[in-house]
């Protein structure tokens, strides 16, 4: 894995729930070592969240699993002078910070960037909010629905009689955390120079996941289309969408010409390259549910596999819809090494997390060490950093960790 590219950096990663958690996690699994600072005896909100009640009680929530593997675990309060000052001290060995508190509460805690830029003149600080640092929303409290709404992703998401729908996972607390780990890792690949300044990176969920739905924003913003809420139909083209097969659903995407005279001949509907009604891409537009129906009542003669494996072998893109426990053990998922595994985690056991989406040099990114117990390597971090066991034994008998 290039021996992994960000294994000089130290990130410090202040971070809750799940945006700027799985930005470190990323950044983690590209080598980078990241300190996970949290609240004594509380921690990460995503240690109590999950679906296994018990792993919540143990601080080690199903939630928190999924994205803070490869990470240490320093505990620290911030809103004592003794924490702040052993905060500055991690500053000042640290590439990166990491925060997704709202705007003006590391200020108020005299951590924000002005003030750590006096102690780390180097300091990459990336903050993650729902709306950004700046603007009339700054400040309003904000979660992934909250801005899945506000986006107007909501609103294109379902059908004439669902929508506004709710993307099925966190969608914008993910780009979100996508968004960050880019700009940290550009901002990284861009210091040349030898005595490289402090940069504020300002990462708003909001403009984030907005600048992923490209497509529709520049049908709209250029040719002043609005969009509509098309369930599993493709706005672009047709057919392309979900079909009906003799078993359950079957995407297809037959957006070329020569991809929809397959589509027909395979189907047993050779009649339809010739019918005017569908003879070329607009025509195909202005009559889709016609289409749809006579695809849907052709399909029903097999199942969803079969036409899978006879469309995708003609060039024509097909796919089944599958549950999430039939995607994750799907044979070509496992091939491509997804799934990592931890063989012991502390308070958990045994565990399977999921690495990110690509290969360097034919390996997948992944991270040696598991998701942390909270305050797992509070005294080894603190060692490093120079304090002795009985300045680190005070600090524990005064709560400042």
Known sequence: MLNGPLKKYRVVDLTNVLSGPFCGYLLANMGAQVIKVEVPESGDLARQLGADAELNKRKMGASFLAQNAGKKSLTINLKSPQGRELFQKLITTADVLIENFRPGVMTRLGLGFDDLKLVNSELIYCAISGFGATGPLRYKPAYDQIIQGLSGVMSITGDASTAPLRVGYPVADTVGGLSAAFAIASVLAGRNGANPEAVYIDVSMLASIMSTMGWVVSNYLIAGQIPQAMGNDNFTASPSGTFHTGNGPLNIAANKQEQFEK???????????????????????????????????????????????????????????????????????????????????????????????????????????????????????????????????????????
């Open 263 to 401: 589509l027909c001949d395979i189907v047993g509907l050779p009649e339809l390259k010739t019918d005017q009604r569908f003879v070329d891409r607009q025509a195909r537009l202005q009559n889709r549910q016609e289409l749809k129906d006579l695809l849907d009542n052709a399909l029903q003669a097999k199942p969803a596999d079969v036409w899978e494996e006879q469309l995708s072998a003609a060039g024509v893109p097909a796919g089944r819809v599958l549950s999430l426990p039939e995607a994750l053990n799907h044979p070509h998922l496992r091939s491509r090494g997804m799934i990592g595994h931890f063989d012991s985690v502390p308070a958990v056991g045994e565990i399977d997390v999921f690495r990110p989406g690509f290969k360097l040099n034919g390996l997948s990114p992944q991270v040696d060490i598991p998701p942390p117990s909270l305050g797992q390597h509070t005294e080894e971090i603190l060692t490093e950093l120079g304090l002795s066991a009985a300045e680190i034994n005070k600090l524990r008998e005064e709560k400042v960790i």
